[in-house]
Structures are given as C-alpha cells and as structure tokens.
C-alpha cells in the first residue's frame, strides 16, 4: 500500500531544511540524468543515474543513452574529461555535440580539432 508523506521542513538537532530544498517541484533543478565513465579502451560505466549505457563512437566521440527519455530534445549537457600524465591529473574539455529524447552525444578533447579518448569522463544532463 502507498503511502505519502506532506512536510514543509524536515529538522534534525539544529539544522532544519525547507523541503522546496530537497525535491524541485518544478523539476528543472535536478540533474535528469548523469555518469562517470571510463573513455580508454573497453568504454565501461563506473557510476550512472538514468544513463543505460555509453556507445564509443570513436576517439573522443561518445553517446550516453538515457533509459529514461527526455521529455524534449531542449536540455542542458555539461561534464568534465580528465586523463593522466604520469601520475599527474590533467583536465580537457568535453562538448556536447548532438540532443535527442534518447540520447546525448559529447566529444572529447583539445584544442578546436584534435579528439582524445580520456580515463575519466562525467556527464551532467539537466532539463525537462
């Protein structure tokens, strides 16, 4: 049986939050979809929310693809790619490149031309 649960604020000692904090009644607050995926060779999911897998395009080409569509291809993409030097982390960037209902295609790399495949690489996805 379902039950629901009406509060305005939820308090513990002396925090209290307001709980227009905690859930977005408006759904335009709260990531929609997000990963963290390995880019170098065997393209593998380390950690996902709604993101059923990561199809590798090519060098520093991928498509996340959403388990649950968007309600409209009008969203906001936004990540990180990040690789080793050594032992030391260095930062590139990534571009979203192509929006549908199913899916977000982003590119990888350096530069204005030049594609890489990166160890680390987040994607954020926010929208209706």
Do not use: C
Not at 47 to 64: C, E, K, P, R
Not at 91 to 108: C, D, E, K, M, N
């Amino acid at each position: 049986m379902a039950s629901n649960l009406t509060v305005d604020t939820l308090t513990k000692g002396a925090t209290t939050l307001n709980t227009d904090e905690l859930v977005d009644v408006n759904n335009t607050r709260v990531a929609k979809a997000w990963v963290n995926f390995n880019g170098t060779g065997t393209v593998a999911i380390r950690a996902a929310y709604n993101v059923s897998s990561i199809t590798d395009n090519g060098t520093g080409d991928y498509t996340a693809n959403f388990t649950t569509a968007m309600g409209d291809a009008n969203y906001f993409v936004t990540g990180s790619a990040t690789y080793l030097l050594g032992s030391t982390p260095r930062v590139r960037g990534l571009a979203p490149y192509v929006y549908t209902t199913t899916s977000a295609r982003v590119i990888t790399g350096y530069g204005d031309t030049v594609l890489a495949d990166h160890q680390a690489v987040t994607v954020s996805i926010f929208g209706n």
